[in-house]
Each structure stands twice: as C-alpha cells, then as structure tokens.
C-alpha cells in the first residue's frame, strides 16, 4: 500500500515568488493536513481538507492557501514568497474527517528554502 | 489555546537503561499521539492513545495517557542505540471537523553504547 506522496521533495526559490506542493494522500484517505516544520517554531498545523472543502485553518497568514480535488489529492500555495517560508511541509492523510480516532500517516515533506 | 508541553528536550542515555519522556497538555484533548522522526525523515506514527488509562506497547516503546492530569508518557525500555531519534507528542482537540494536531518541541534523544 503505497503511503502519502509529496512533491517535489527539494526545492529552493526568490523571495517574493510563489510555490505550489503536492500531496497524493494514501488511497482511501479522504482527509488531508498540511504542516509546517521549522526549527524556530517546531510543527504547525496550517489547514485540512476534506471532501474538497477546507475544514479548520491555523494561524498563518492569506499568503498560504490550498485545495483539495476530487480524488483527494491536495496542492498548497504560497505567494510571495519570504525568507522566513523556508521549512519542511508536511502533508499528513488520514481516513476520516477530523482524524476521527484513526492514525495520521505523514508523507516524506517538501523542503522549501527560500533565497 | 490548546498547548503542548514536552520534557526533557534532549535526553542522552546509556543503552541498556530506561527512561521516560513527558508529555503535558494544557486543555481537555481526547486523544494522543506519539511520533518518531528521525534527521532529515518525515513524521512515524508510533501510537494513538484514545482514552484516559490508555496504554500502548510497541517492542522497547510503552505510551500512556492520563487525560485527568493531562500528562501522556512514553517510556523506553532497555535502550537500543536504533532508537535515537527526536520524539514528538501532539494533542487533538475540536470537534468533528474542527480537529488540527498542537505538537510538542520534540525531545530529541541519543542512545549511547
């Protein structure tokens, strides 16, 4: 069974540029999580999806946005771009919406620097 | 605010000694998660704790979870130089559709031989 997807894995762009990640969920997960990771703040939730629609947003700011698809696959977006961004984003699935008692799966990240 | 609170920080032992690593929450949070991550790796999911008295096993790993006092535990068991690593607690807490994970900063341990 094949686990959370992210992509890309690496990647480096300008300040004030905007980036776009992906995360296919494991197959059957209909909820999927973006977290940022940082050495300076640690782990932040920063939305859910489910059913497409976004279910709880963290505290960070409109430059950070996302979406979900019909097949459960998610991107998130970052505009304009600043230094501080550089982190791991971590997309997590699970089964149920809310993580209705089920394990929360992580995928491999994308690591963001930002130049 | 739900926060997460974990201690110690950076735990270096001895292979072959036990210790425990603690985790404190500052609202009510009906369940538990415990995580493994290892440099440059994602999140493993080691356990998800569900109700108050809850405890789980997994080789030389032990989780439980007190939810009166808001204190979950991880105990290592004879430590193994494989399970160095940095351990993550995070709490649940909403409802329904409101549930997002608050983690802890992670306690990042060195087993040395």
């Known amino acids: 069974k094949a686990g959370v997807t992210q992509t890309p894995r690496y990647l480096i762009k300008t300040r004030g540029q905007q980036v776009t990640l992906s995360c296919s969920p494991i197959?059957?997960?209909?909820?999927v999580s973006w977290y940022q990771q940082t050495p300076g703040q640690g782990l932040q939730f920063l939305f859910e999806?489910?059913?497409?629609?976004?279910?709880n947003k963290g505290n960070f700011p409109g430059r950070f946005s996302g979406r979900q698809f019909s097949n459960s696959r998610s991107e998130m977006n970052v505009s304009t771009l600043e230094l501080g961004d550089s982190a791991l984003y971590l997309c997590?699935?699970?089964?149920?919406?809310?993580?209705?008692?089920?394990?929360?799966?992580f995928g491999e990240g994308s690591w963001l620097t930002v130049v | 605010e739900l926060k997460v609170e974990q201690n110690p920080l950076f735990l270096s032992m001895q292979e072959g000694k036990n210790y425990t690593i603690y985790c404190n929450y500052s609202?009510?949070?009906?369940?538990l998660y415990w995580y493994r991550q290892d440099p440059g790796k994602s999140l493993e999911s080691l356990f998800v704790?569900?109700?108050?008295?809850a405890v789980k096993q997994e080789g030389r790993l032990m989780a439980s979870l007190d939810t009166k006092a808001r204190l979950s535990t991880l105990h290592i068991t004879a430590a193994v130089h494989d399970l160095s690593a940095t351990y993550f607690c995070?709490?649940?807490?909403?409802?329904?559709?409101?549930?997002?994970?608050?983690f802890g900063s992670g306690t990042q341990l060195t087993v040395l031989p």
């Open positions: 995070a709490a649940s807490n909403g409802a329904g559709s409101a549930r997002q994970l608050t």
């Open positions: 609202t009510t949070s009906d369940r």
């Open positions: 197959s059957g997960h209909r909820s």
């Open positions: 997590a699935s699970s089964l149920k919406q809310g993580y209705s008692g089920n394990t929360i799966y």
């Open positions: 999806y489910f059913s497409e629609t976004q279910r």
């Open positions: 704790l569900l109700s108050n008295g």
